[in-house]
């Protein structure tokens, strides 16, 4: 069938094949989502429907208390067979896979993640291991995960992506998700707003690279993320509809990016922020906030990249004098030095996709300087860096650097050095090109470390 003209609702997106004006044609294989007050009531008659008996649940402690223990009581008295694992140890790693292989019955027919984050990540690579179908019951909303197709991993201290698998079903029980953690609510809003410059990402790409655009998944991620915001000021009072909202919201991105095909119309350079934030506090040996936190605080930071850029009057000739005395052998050494352990994989990337050879970088100059007055009226649609910082704070969610574990040294090397994460072109890479990355970067910075106004009331 023909991809709908405006935006739907989440369900007639399910499980159907679509015909674009982009030249592709979309899918997601996502079969059901029950999202509501008592969801979790509708998981026997979702497994039934779907032709599945004997369940494999993965849980850890606490996503067993919240939610797991309830799924069993549901399942044993609508009489479907099932068995949880409880897991001591939650890691993305070789021992949690060999514990589930151990103890998965031989028959299971289904598994079922019982939370969201590493249970969601690791029972999708291991159900797409084991050729076993997979459920999500999510005990939070905080990313737009749930949907997605691919499983992060650390491979050589670099978070690496690999194949895995789409859930035929999602449950999320508003009663359970409102009583999430605050933090992890405010970081499910966090990664909706990420999707205003993932968005402009995509666009400036198609602007300099022509790179392939999807008009019909831009705006139904644009849409979904516009309405879900509109109420986010009432997120903070845990309203199970706006809970709700969110949860759809969140799943509704990662359908998109199913149709597509991949993460493009969700995750620009706000992501790459997250991810290198990941792999330099993985290696320090601390915790990260959660995901959404991240992107909530590097897309702050990149919409003042972009107001920096709107103010300044760009000189070609100097970005094309810059592109041709491109030194390989410094920035290698430039990369050795800022992501340590990860940088042989960031060497390796940079050798297959050629993001900033010099070749490249002149042509894309050339379009840029063509374009400069379309590139300017979609840096101005974007919306106001104080306006999500102010939302932001009323829901007592982090909006400056230093809120989330980020020194001034660690900003400047994200600002400087992020957008190497990934071949993907965003407008750091645009700010590169141009050789005003660095300059720009030095006037976000000077702004942080000017102490915000104290908020007043009346």
């Known amino acids: 069938m023909k991809i709908y003209d405006t935006p739907r609702p989440l369900a007639q997106y399910l499980d159907r094949h679509f015909q674009c004006g982009c030249g592709k044609e979309h899918y ?52 479907i067979q099932a068995r949880i694992q409880v897991l001591g140890h939650v890691a993305f790693d070789e021992a949690t896979v060999g514990e589930l292989l151990i103890h998965m019955p ?14 969601n990540d690791m029972t999708r690579f291991f159900s797409f291991r084991t050729g076993r179908p997979f459920f999500t019951v999510a005990t939070a909303a905080p990313m737009d995960g749930f949907a997605s197709s691919i499983a ?20 999320g029980d508003t009663d359970i998700l409102k009583n999430a953690p605050y933090p992890m609510i405010a970081a499910g809003l966090g990664d909706l707003l990420g ?23 831009a705006e139904l991620v644009e849409t979904c993320a516009r309405r879900v915001l509109k109420d986010a000021h ?8 706006v809970i709700g909202d969110i949860m759809e919201g969140l799943v ?7 149709l597509y095909g991949n993460s493009r119309s969700a995750s620009g350079c706000e992501h790459h922020m997250s991810h290198y934030w990941e792999m330099i506090f993985e290696q320090r040996g601390k915790r990260p906030v959660p995901h959404g936190t991240q992107v909530s605080v590097g897309t702050v930071l990149a919409l003042k990249l972009a107001e920096a850029l709107r103010e300044r009057e760009v000189d070609f000739a100097r970005a094309r004098r810059a592109a041709m005395s491109y030194d390989r052998k410094a920035w290698e050494e430039k990369m050795e030095e800022v992501y340590g352990p990860a940088a042989q994989g960031i060497l390796d990337l940079e050798r297959k996709a050629g993001k900033n050879d010099t070749e490249g970088r002149l042509k894309r100059i050339d379009a840029m300087e063509e ?27 982090p909006s400056r650097p230093e809120e989330i574990g980020i020194d001034e040294e660690l900003l400047r090397n994200t600002l400087l050095y992020c957008k190497e ?29 000017k102490k915000p106004e104290p908020q007043t009331t009346e």
Not at 153 to 169: D, G, R, S, W
Not at 372 to 396: D, N, Q, Y
Not at 422 to 440: A, F, G, V
């Open 106 to 119: 031989m028959d299971c027919d289904l598994l079922i993640a019982v939370g969201t984050g590493t249970i």
């Open 234 to 241: 009432k997120a903070g009072s845990r309203d199970p509809g």
């Open 371 to 397: 374009k400069w007055g379309e590139i300017r009226e979609l840096l101005e649609g974007l919306p106001p860096s104080g306006h999500v910082a102010e939302l932001l704070t009323s829901l007592e969610a």
């Open 28 to 79: 997601a294989p996502l079969k059901m989502v029950r999202i509501g007050k008592n969801a979790l009531e509708e998981l026997p008659e979702g497994i039934r429907r779907l032709g599945y008996g004997n369940v494999f649940l993965i849980a850890d402690r606490i996503t067993y208390e919240i939610a797991g223990k309830t799924c069993m009581e549901i399942l044993e008295k609508s009489g």
């Open 195 to 217: 999707k205003f410059t993932c968005l402009c990402d995509w666009r400036l790409s198609v602007l300099v690279n022509g790179e392939h655009y999807c008009p019909a998944i």
């Open 152 to 171: 992060a991993i650390y491979v050589n201290h670099l978070k690496t992506t690999f194949p895995a698998q789409t859930p035929e079903a999602i449950f």
């Open 252 to 258: 509704l991105s990662g359908v998109a990016m199913s």
């Open 421 to 449: 994460v990934r071949p993907r072109y965003t407008i750091l890479q645009l700010l590169w090109d141009l050789d005003i990355l660095e300059e720009l970067s030095e006037q976000v910075i000077a702004k942080y470390r």
